[in-house]
């Protein structure tokens, strides 16, 4: 039983995963699978229950807003498949 | 033998100079050159690098150094590849960060350092932290020591099996749905994940922020304790670190469990169980009884949910902790007309399989349309589920279970069928989603019916579930249960 309308194509584009055609049809019907399993999920009771996002719930974590050293240029770049001038090269983006 | 020592025997004898950290190193690589061959639990290490950092201890140690200040100067411990160590690789065995070397330490990495620790070698894992039996690594495939046909569990197989065959005194893992406690279970170590937001995750590379934990896998509990109150801590860098002090962990080991309440939770003692496990886990809960605990039936009564949640929270949070590799800033870029080709065809070439299922999984249930009947809901069935383990807290101090349905499994039996892997984390992945600390160590061994090897056996792991920030009472627990019982100390090699 697998979810009906899960279309590969689609959350694959959303994911920027460029699937082969046999990787389209094996992970489609392995995760049609997952999904039939998941619809366990809808037996629950959920009424005015509180989603959790995190276990222990942290708010307001600031620091102060001071200039502090971070990664130096260097650092950052110097795993870059493609670099110029201290900066990450990429092919063109806009036209 | 130097290799076979624990981290408390190791550094006594320093302490005394009986032995030196150069040979207690050169004894590990060694071991690592006899056995890794077969075990194949490192990825690589650097020995020239290993016996350096040795020689600095020795150093250190002739000049004087106080080891309760530094309670692992000498101690080599080798680490999960999913650990940043400045200048080392860190691959998180996947092709898609290609010759990716870290340019800074993991807190935990820091913590180590400052401890006076050997820090060597990458150890082998799921990729991304993927998996529960370390097949999905894309480089190559760990077995386990107690059976080299068999698995050593996953995602950290490397890091247990490294500890397990004395390749190194103690490692480092980390564990999002049970990938400490299980290898630690089904290779016959110690392994602990702290409660959520203990260590700090700064330089740990992401796969479920909600639910990652950095934690240690040793040879005992003792040396478990040493190494939690060593990387334990409040980090500015970790937004989600609790800022709660760090006990010393080690003084809890009093030998005394008289009067601790243990649940067992009814839901998990089901079909499914194998019956050496079941037999092995009733006697250690009977061993726990003579030691003075008291044993109570809990219920967790949306047990038989948590892998449905599970599979949709992680998968969710992975796939938005895994957009960054798209091949612009580092790793092993595959080139395109555009940059959504780049990143198309960098991620379609440079993700494994189990990988790819996991961030399809999770864009799905966060995409438009599905938020709510997938995330949204698992989120609030986490919710039912961490209420389970607090009211269920609110009578017993600690929770006690198997850590694995079954001992390790032969290689290629489950990685057919993703959803049975999924299935085999039932007994861990409860304590990822509550948030609270969970201990694996060995309560005995299965039958192997292995040919030619008449004695062969297969570890048996307990585990331990503790209260938020119950370290203290699960390492108690868990070290008088050792003390009194033989696993410990049995060598898989």
């Known amino acids: ?95 | 033998m130097l290799h076979r020592l624990t981290i408390s025997e190791l550094t006594a004898r320093l302490a005394r100079r009986e032995v030196s950290a150069r040979d207690t190193m050169q004894a590990c690589l060694d071991q690592v050159a006899r056995v890794d061959g077969e075990i194949k639990a490192f990825i690589s290490h650097n020995p020239a690098d290993a016996l350096a950092q040795a020689d600095a201890a020795d150093k250190a140690i002739a000049a004087g150094a106080d080891f309760s200040a530094q309670p692992l100067l000498g101690v080599p411990i080798a680490l999960k590849d999913v650990l940043a160590v400045k200048d080392q690789p860190l691959n998180c065995c996947s092709k898609i960060l290609g010759n990716f070397t870290s340019p800074y330490d993991a807190t935990v990495v820091t913590r180590l350092k400052a401890a006076g620790a050997i820090i060597f070698g990458r150890l082998n894992m799921d990729e991304f932290a993927m998996g529960s039996s370390t097949e999905n690594s894309a480089f190559q495939t760990t077995r386990n020591p107690w059976d080299t046909a068999r698995i050593p569990g996953g995602s950290s197989g490397g890091s247990a099996a490294a500890v397990a065959a004395d390749e190194c005194i103690a490692s480092l893992g980390s564990d999002t749905g049970g990938s400490i406690r299980q290898p630690a279970a089904l290779c016959g170590c110690v392994g602990l994940k702290p409660t959520y937001g203990r260590v700090s995750r700064y330089g740990l590379v992401a796969f479920a922020s909600s639910l990652d934990q950095i934690g240690p896998f040793t040879k005992d509990v003792r040396d478990a304790a040493t190494v939690l109150e060593v990387i334990s801590g409040h980090d500015s860098r970790d937004a989600t670190s609790i800022p709660q002090p760090v006990p010393r962990y080690p003084q809890s080991l009093t030998g005394d469990i008289k009067g601790l309440r243990l649940g067992l939770p009814k839901e998990f003692m089901v079909g499914g169980l194998d019956p050496e496990v079941k037999r092995a886990v009733d006697a250690a809960v009977t061993h726990l009884q003579s030691l003075g605990a008291t044993i109570h039936e809990v219920s967790l009564p949306h047990t038989d949910h948590d892998v449905a949640v599970y599979y949709i929270i992680a998968t969710a949070e992975a796939s938005a902790n895994l957009a960054r590799f798209d091949g612009v800033r580092y790793g092993a870029r595959v080139d395109g007309a555009d940059p959504l080709e780049m990143y198309g065809n960098t991620r379609g070439a440079g993700f494994g399989a189990e990988v790819k299922r996991r961030i399809i999984l999770g864009t799905y249930v966060l995409s438009s349309g599905y938020y709510d009947a997938y995330y949204l809901r698992a989120q609030k069935v986490r919710t039912l589920i961490r209420q389970d383990y607090l009211r269920a807290f609110e009578q017993v101090d600690a929770i006690i279970t198997p850590t694995t349905p079954t001992p390790a499994f032969r290689l290629g039996e489950k990685s057919g069928d993703p959803l049975q892997m999924y299935l085999s984390d039932i007994f861990t992945i409860g304590c990822n989603l509550a948030g609270i600390p969970g201990l694996s160590l060995p309560c005995g061994f299965a039958a192997n019916a292995k040919p030619g090897a008449p004695n062969a056996k297969l570890p048996i792991g307990l585990q331990l579930l503790g209260k938020p920030f119950g370290e203290e009472t699960i390492l108690r627990l868990a070290h008088a249960y050792e003390q009194t019982t033989p696993w410990h100390r049995e060598h898989a090699l």
């Open chain 1, 1 to 95: 039983m697998s979810a009906p309308d899960f279309d590969i194509k689609y959350v694959a584009h959303l994911a920027r995963l460029k699937l082969s055609p046999e990787e389209e049809s094996q992970l489609g019907a392995q995760l049609g699978n997952i999904l039939g399993y998941i619809e366990k999920l809808k037996e629950v009771d959920v009424t005015g229950v509180e989603p959790t996002a995190h276990a222990f719930p942290m708010v307001n974590v600031f620091r102060t807003d001071e200039v502090r050293p971070g990664l130096a240029n260097e650092d950052a770049l110097r795993n870059a498949p493609k670099r110029a001038s201290g900066l990450f090269v990429v092919p063109k983006v806009v036209e």
